[in-house]
């Protein structure tokens, strides 16, 4: 069980989902490791495939794990009813975040978005399969799905505190890895998405949600890009 296993055990475990996670993003440079461009249609169906091959994987892991230890019975109601209403004012609240805090960041864009510009640019079409849609799936599988439940795997609301901060600063490193303000507001996109999978405890709410806050972002690119 999950409870049993040592803390460096579950950490070398976690740290190699990280590593999985963060080598098959490789993949997006995929031209420069081949040395030659692909078709948009070439790109999107590798970006696919591998990504595809990512999210089945963190999703067995993330069932298995929730049937050897689920103390706060993560997953087991399927009914969306009384769900979408807290998708939604996730969404609106991370917006609503992003709206007041803009005047405070620094002129230009986040390393990382600058970065999905660039690949957008490129390649619209397998971009943005894996920033609106496949990512955002992968992310919330393990930096809320698994991760939650696997350090934090005790009821108390100190745990579901810890368990929602940590998250969210993983969350935020993971996008921005270096003290700034966009670390900040990284890891509080990460809190809000904590704080709906407790409420839900349902992936499924997470992973809309994602989608909704990175389909919206993509749609502004297509415009101003």
């Known amino acids: ?25 490789m993949i997006m440079g995929i031209e420069g490791l081949i040395g030659r461009p692909l078709s948009e249609l070439a790109y999107a169906l590798v970006i696919s495939l591998v990504f595809l091959a990512v999210m089945v994987y963190f999703i067995k892991y ?24 807290w998708i939604i004012l996730t969404v609106v609240g991370i917006y609503a975040f992003l709206i007041l805090v803009s005047p405070l960041l620094p002129q230009g864009t986040a390393e990382n978005q600058q970065v999905v510009d660039q690949m957008f640019l490129n390649h619209v079409l397998g971009v943005t399969l894996y920033g609106a849609v496949l990512g955002p799936i992968i992310e919330e599988l393990l930096y809320r799905g698994i991760f939650m439940n696997f350090f934090w ?6 745990y579901d505190v810890l368990a929602v901060l940590s998250s969210g600063l993983l969350f935020g490193l993971l996008h921005e890895p270096q003290l700034s303000l966009y670390l900040v507001v990284y890891s509080a996109i990460g809190v809000f998405l904590g704080m709906l999978y407790l409420k839900t405890k349902d992936i499924r709410c997470n992973m809309i949600a994602h989608i909704l806050y990175n389909g919206i972002t993509f749609l502004v690119m297509f415009q101003t890009l």
Not at 2 to 22: E, H, W
Not at 153 to 158: D, L
């Open 1 to 25: 069980m999950n409870q049993r296993r040592s803390l460096p055990g579950r950490i070398g475990i976690f740290i190699a989902l990280v590593f999985i996670q963060n080598l098959s993003t």
């Open 62 to 85: 993330y069932q298995g794990q929730l049937q050897e230890y689920n103390p706060r019975s993560f997953g087991e109601n399927l009914s969306f009813k009384g769900k979408v209403g």
């Open 153 to 158: 795997n005790q009821k108390g609301r100190m």
